[in-house]
């Protein structure tokens, strides 16, 4: 399974992007998929994730009541709209893929795409 983000860019903060993750060759809709990111100079942390079907979206803690997590099966790609952007949200967003992880370990998922770059600046 081939993932790809697309989406990223610069914000300010208190602003928003909205990010896509996508297959070309592959429905996603068996999948559960997820939004890692790695922070410059941190490791990779969970940022949300949603089951197969659109079911039992989750959020890390930092991100809770700001993003949100989507999928479109029509257009074959799960978003994650990013609201009231702060400078510590910047980082790259990977988008991981799975049938049987439901959660935010990332371990527990196989496929990964290449990452977009999300920068909140003023």
């Known amino acids: 399974l081939h993932l790809v983000e697309s989406g990223g860019g610069s914000a300010q903060p208190g602003g928003s992007l909205k990010i896509s993750c996508t297959s070309s060759?592959?429905?996603?809709?068996?999948?559960?998929i997820a939004w890692f990111r790695r922070a410059p100079g941190k490791e990779r942390e969970g940022v949300s994730c949603?089951?197969?079907?659109?079911?039992?979206?989750q959020y890390g803690d930092s991100v809770k009541g700001r993003f949100t997590i989507s999928g479109d099966n029509a257009e074959n790609t799960v978003y994650l709209q990013m609201n009231s952007l702060k400078p510590e949200d910047t980082g790259v967003y990977y988008c991981?893929?799975?049938?049987?992880?439901?959660?935010?370990?990332?371990?527990?998922?196989?496929?990964w795409g290449q990452g977009t770059q999300v920068t909140v600046s003023s």
């Open positions: 991981a893929a799975s049938q049987w992880a439901s959660g935010l370990l990332e371990e527990t998922y196989e496929f």
């Open positions: 060759q592959f429905s996603l809709a068996p999948y559960n």
């Open positions: 949603i089951r197969k079907g659109g079911l039992m979206p």
